[in-house]
């Protein structure tokens, strides 16, 4: 089996997630990965299992992304392309699938078994199991969810690559990207401290931080909090915000609210911070601290920092 995985890149790197989508390609077949602009060396992507790399132009819209996409998949006579289910795999995902016509499974969550592959269904809270019916499948990976690839060790070929890919449809006339402080994107994350409307107001953030910086976490919030200004929208998680997936998640002043959990309840362990013993969010935690979070997160972050 041939694949083509989709690469974005980050200060000439392949993401984190991009190179999750790459060791799951590379785990069905020989794999040809596919980058729009900067790279350094093979930016990390025959550690992950691609034997060549099509270097594109930059500065791409998501059409054009497609058809570069989509030209090389032809190419290489490609049966599958992955792409990460984010924000820009998303965009070229469906694009591409249409192209191709093939079939398109969204959001794996688990190395393929045979032709079956394992995706979220109802919002994380059950999974179904999905083989595609065309000749040509897209499938984009959950961040977080199948894990990085073991490395190989070997270096991928570079080669340049273009194709027609038309006009921009798109002008991005600014740009702003969200300030992490350092941190891992949340999508990516594999810490991450987040906190409610339990913490009263913006000024007390100072304690969320705090927890997060003692274990190199990323902060996230729950939607009022960012509907209301206390936090940035991009920090918003759950069923209409970012679905994330860490190795832990500390909630804290956060009910547990259905769509709160949504797009978190894949988290590895969750650890809930309440001062109301029935908070719904309990029965999603694996441990919970019945407290006040502004005696309680001090106290952890302390615990943290000797640590
Ligand atoms: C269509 C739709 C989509 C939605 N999508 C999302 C979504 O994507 N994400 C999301 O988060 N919500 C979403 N919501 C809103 C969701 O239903 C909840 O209203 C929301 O998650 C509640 O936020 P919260 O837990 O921060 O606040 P609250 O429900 O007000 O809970 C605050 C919690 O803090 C606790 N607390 C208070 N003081 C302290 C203290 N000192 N120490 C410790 N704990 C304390 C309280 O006991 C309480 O459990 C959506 C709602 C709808 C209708």
Redesign the pocket.
Known sequence: MKCIAFIQTKAGQASKASLEAAGFAAGMGETTAVVSGELTGDGGLGNAGVSRVLQGPADLDDSQLARLVSAAATQEGADVVVCAQDHLGKAVAGRVAVRMQAGLVAGVTEAPEGAQFTRNVFSGKASAQVKGTTDKLVITTTPNAIGMPEGTGATAAVEAFNADLGDRKVEVLEAAQPSTEGRAPLPEAELVVSA???M?GPENWGIVEGLADAIGATTAC????SDIGWRPHHE??????IAIRPNLYIA?????????L??VNGSKVIVV????PE?P?FKAADYGIV????E?VPKLTEAFQVL
Request: aromatic letters at 6%; charged letters at 15%; hydrophobic letters at 35%.
């Open positions: 409610g409307r339990g009263k729950s939607r009022p909090v918003h998680v759950g069923q209409t915000g804290i002043g956060i009910s547990g609210a259905i769509q709160h949504a797009g911070i309440n001062k109301d908070a969010f407290g006040d979070a502004f309680v």
